[in-house]
């Protein structure tokens, strides 16, 4: 096997496996900020948690599949080393990013959840009677 | 709470132009705009006049609990999804009565303010008439 087929094994079983973990990461720690946002109906958490987690692999693998080609063919272990730190760095950015504006979408929620459950601020100055139409 | 009725003045500019401002917001609670000039304002809010709705703004919930002036933009604020925080630091000790002295203030001089916001307008359609204008008066000179 030439060395470029070898960069690209290295590289998928490398972004792969980094992609996983940080998906599993966030199905497992969103779940408590979802339940929250979702006023504890565990349900509607868990699917929107799952739905976010199926979006998250297709963006993450869908770019990992892309990147994968490489034009400079590498021709030696010190080239090979280096392309397939670069791919990797460049996929653990790419995840950093999803990673944060997960938690960014996740906080909104919440915050949304928590803002909602807000009573009015100051007490009524009187009262009326209303008429129902 | 259902929603809030927001008693406004239709014959103030400023104040319709509020109105609309808030009917384009995003809202927790939805906000029913009535003119407290307009007889539905009377015939849904019996007695409605004891509370001068032409001094301050009203606002009433549905289930009947007043607020007027500078307590009446907070619940406003209140209503909507992306003000919610602001009317929480409206309604501190700290700042209400800045609240309501800018809030009066307003009020006292709405009139006076709609007149200068109609006189803007007219001035900037006329400035905009005015380059309409030009290039045609130019291609008349030739």
């Known amino acids: ?133 | 709470m259902k929603c809030l009725y927001v008693l406004f003045d239709a014959d103030c500019e400023l104040c319709v132009r509020c109105r609309n401002w808030l009917a384009q917001q995003q809202a927790f609670v939805p906000l029913v705009f009535i003119a407290f000039q307009s007889d539905e304002a009377q015939r849904r809010f019996p007695g409605i006049d004891a509370l001068k709705p032409g001094e301050q703004l009203l606002v009433i919930s549905d289930e009947g609990a007043v607020y007027r002036g500078a307590h009446a933009w907070i619940m406003c604020l209140w209503a909507l999804e992306n003000y919610r925080e602001h009317a929480r630091r409206l309604a501190h000790p700290a700042l209400l009565p800045l609240a309501k002295a800018v809030c009066e203030l307003l009020s006292r001089n709405r009139f006076f303010l709609s007149d200068v916001v109609d006189a803007y307008q007219m001035f900037t359609r006329l400035s905009a008439g005015r380059t309409i204008a030009e290039p045609s008066g130019t291609l008349n000179a030739f």
Not at chain 1, 28 to 40: P, Q, V
Not at chain 1, 43 to 70: C, M, P, Q, T, W
Not at chain 1, 77 to 98: F, N, W, Y
């Open chain 1, 1 to 133: 096997m030439t060395p470029i087929v070898w960069t690209y094994i290295i590289y998928i079983a490398l972004s792969i496996p980094l992609t996983i973990w940080v998906a599993h990461t966030l199905h497992k720690n969103g779940r408590i900020f979802l339940i929250d946002s979702f006023r504890g109906n565990e349900r509607l958490a868990d699917s929107v948690n799952h739905l976010l987690v199926v979006g998250f692999y297709l963006i993450n693998i869908g770019y990992v599949a892309l990147a994968l080609k490489e034009c400079i063919a590498p021709t030696d272990v010190r080239e090979v080393l280096e392309t397939i730190s670069r791919k990797i760095g460049v996929v653990m950015l790419v995840l950093g990013a999803m990673h944060f504006f997960n938690i960014l979408v996740f906080s909104k929620m919440r915050r949304r959840a928590l803002l909602l459950a807000v009573p009015p601020p100051i007490p009524p100055q009187a009262h009326v009677s209303v008429a129902t139409q």
